[in-house]
């Protein structure tokens, strides 16, 4: 079953400072990231995964008038957290995808602590949901 593990991050001024972090602490977090997704590749788990850019470049976008593009700034003013990644995994059980998600939450911040970040896990669907 493939599961998008989705990291988010609180939204604090509209981006989340990572780029404020010391030049070590940076390097050791995208070291994390790169290494993590390999084990996953590595393991056949990996479907995909990527960062995403800060709230400030967001845009929502709607079918305006006569299929035009709205575009207006997004995503939503009162959100207390904002979509910093994910990842696409395939595993077995969702007890796996629990295991790798929380190993995600785990990833270095400044000093070296871990970020324990909010990993939401939701069922890709290409069938029909199954039961908890």
Same mark, same amino acid.
């Given at each position: $079953?493939?599961? +998008?593990?989705? $990291?988010?991050?609180?939204?604090?001024?509209?981006?989340?400072? *990572? +780029?404020?972090?010391?030049?070590?602490?940076?390097? !050791?977090?995208? @070291?994390?990231?790169?290494?993590?997704?390999? #084990?996953?590749? /590595?393991? =056949?788990?990996? *479907?995909? !995964?990527?960062?995403?850019?800060?709230?400030?470049?967001?845009?929502? *976008? @709607?079918?305006?008038?006569? =299929?035009?593009?709205? &575009?207006?700034? =997004?995503?939503?003013? #009162?959100?207390?957290?904002?979509?910093?990644?994910?990842?696409? &995994?395939?595993?077995?059980?969702? /007890?796996?995808?629990?295991?790798?998600?929380?190993?995600?939450?785990?990833?270095?911040?400044?000093?070296?602590?871990?970020?324990?970040? !909010?990993? #939401? *896990? @939701?069922? &890709? +669907?290409?069938?029909?949901? &199954? #039961?908890?």
């Amino acid at each position: $079953m493939k599961y +998008m593990l989705m $990291m988010h991050a609180p939204k604090g001024t509209g981006d989340w400072g *990572v +780029m404020k972090w010391s030049e070590a602490d940076l390097t !050791a977090h995208i @070291r994390f990231m790169k290494d993590f997704s390999k #084990e996953l590749s /590595d393991a =056949g788990e990996l *479907v995909a !995964a990527e960062g995403l850019a800060p709230p400030a470049q967001a845009r929502i *976008v @709607r079918a305006g008038k006569h =299929g035009a593009p709205e &575009v207006t700034d =997004g995503p939503f003013a #009162e959100a207390k957290e904002f979509l910093a990644g994910y990842w696409i &995994v395939d595993c077995d059980t969702r /007890d796996r995808a629990y295991q790798i998600a929380a190993r995600a939450s785990a990833a270095p911040g400044q000093g070296g602590m871990p970020l324990n970040m !909010a990993i #939401e *896990v @939701r069922e &890709v +669907m290409s069938a029909p949901p &199954v #039961e908890p």
